[in-house]
């Protein structure tokens, strides 16, 4: 019988060969313009090669104002940048995987941006902890100013218009980027979020931006064979140890208003699923969006095991599956699954000093040269 996460599975009508999905990995190595690469064709078709059924770019910024957040970050916001991101969208899908592009605004943990010099978020508060020396940062975070309402119909503009370009683009679906501390989730979190009005205060009004993006994009894309899934959170790239403030009963809520996404993802930010999904109620949280929304959810965190992996799948907590580190280190990781062998360890010299495909290329030269010697 094969692994569980090697069965196909239907998302929406579209039939995926397996559950496997990889992950959305930042790897700032698009044109200073914003606009891909053929190496970053080449990097995403590779996963498709190797067996994966879904495969999710990198963040890609969403406007030409404050959503930026990388120097090198790609971008969906002009001609150039569709036809480019269109190749890829080819490259995944003639390999055999659906290519899903996710949508991200860094808001106040933007640490590079060609548009504005200066950030913006919920609210006025200095980020946690200093910029990320690997995408290319240094120092502390600057304040960023308060969104106004016109900055935050700014915000649900770019996701829509963006959702729209990458449907003509050639991509399955969007995944709304909702994780990790970017602007979505510095809205979700109170001590980011100090708002005193609709989109401050109760979880109700802090999730708020986040259903009105996902209900937004709906509503200017209606076909439901484009799929519109969310990313979400507990913990944050400068915040891995952050949890829910309310547990079991805060995700319910979330989940359940966030519940007309077509999947749900749930990113294992600073911790393994094995080590970071149980709740107060005894639950996973993967299990329990599951149950709360009705929907696909694909569970993410250190899930390269093959019996870890099998459990997650078979004991009900998650649909599907999705890898970054390790799917960089295997990039066949499917057909590794099915002979039965153990997947290569990550080295995190692949990602040193910067998290760049060119820093990659490097690293697979000098393993190649070490395996002639």
Excluded: C
Excluded at 53 to 70: F, L, N, P, R, W
């Amino acid at each position: 019988m094969s692994h569980p996460a090697l069965q196909p599975f239907n998302l929406e009508a579209t039939a995926l060969p397996n559950r496997l999905a990889v992950a959305p990995m930042t790897r700032v190595s698009a044109e200073e313009d914003g606009t891909p690469t053929a190496e970053m064709a080449d990097y995403y078709a590779r996963y498709a090669d190797g067996g994966f059924g879904i495969v999710i770019t990198e963040g890609v910024y969403t406007d030409e104002a404050y959503s930026q957040g990388y120097l090198n970050q790609p971008g969906i916001t002009a001609d150039r940048h569709v036809k480019a991101w269109g190749q890829i969208a080819d490259a995944v899908r003639q390999a055999g995987a659906q290519p899903v592009m996710q949508l991200m605004h860094a808001g106040a943990l933007s640490q590079g941006n060609r548009y504005r010099r200066s950030t913006a978020g919920p609210s006025a508060v200095r980020p946690l902890r200093a910029m990320m020396e690997a995408y290319g940062g240094s120092g502390p975070w600057p304040v960023p100013k308060a969104m106004t309402e016109k900055d935050i119909d700014q915000v649900i503009d770019g996701f829509v218009a963006s959702a729209q370009a990458a449907r003509t683009a050639g991509f399955a679906g969007v995944e709304v980027h909702a994780a990790n501390g970017y602007l979505l989730d510095q809205f979700l979190t109170p001590y980011t979020n100090t708002r005193d009005d609709e989109f401050g205060g109760s979880i109700t009004n802090r999730v708020r931006l986040t259903a009105s993006v996902i209900a937004a994009i709906r509503a200017a894309v209606p076909d439901p064979k484009f799929w519109v899934g969310v990313r979400l959170s507990q913990g944050k790239v400068n915040d891995h140890d952050y949890r829910w403030e309310h547990g079991a009963e805060e995700a319910a809520l979330i989940f359940a208003t966030v519940n007309t996404a077509t999947y749900i993802h749930i990113a294992g930010e600073g911790s393994g699923w094995e080590e970071g999904a149980l709740l107060d109620n005894g639950e996973t949280i993967t299990a329990l969006a599951r149950r709360v929304t009705q929907k696909p959810v694909i569970a993410n965190g250190n899930l390269a095991k093959a019996d870890l992996a099998a459990r997650v799948v078979y004991d009900g907590h998650a649909d599907l599956i999705s890898l970054g580190r390790s799917a960089l280190a295997n990039p066949d990781y499917p057909a590794i699954l099915a002979r039965g062998t153990a997947p290569a360890a990550f080295d995190p010299a692949m990602l040193s000093p910067q998290v760049t495909l060119a820093n990659s290329a490097t690293w697979n030269a000098r393993k190649a040269a070490a395996s002639i010697a």
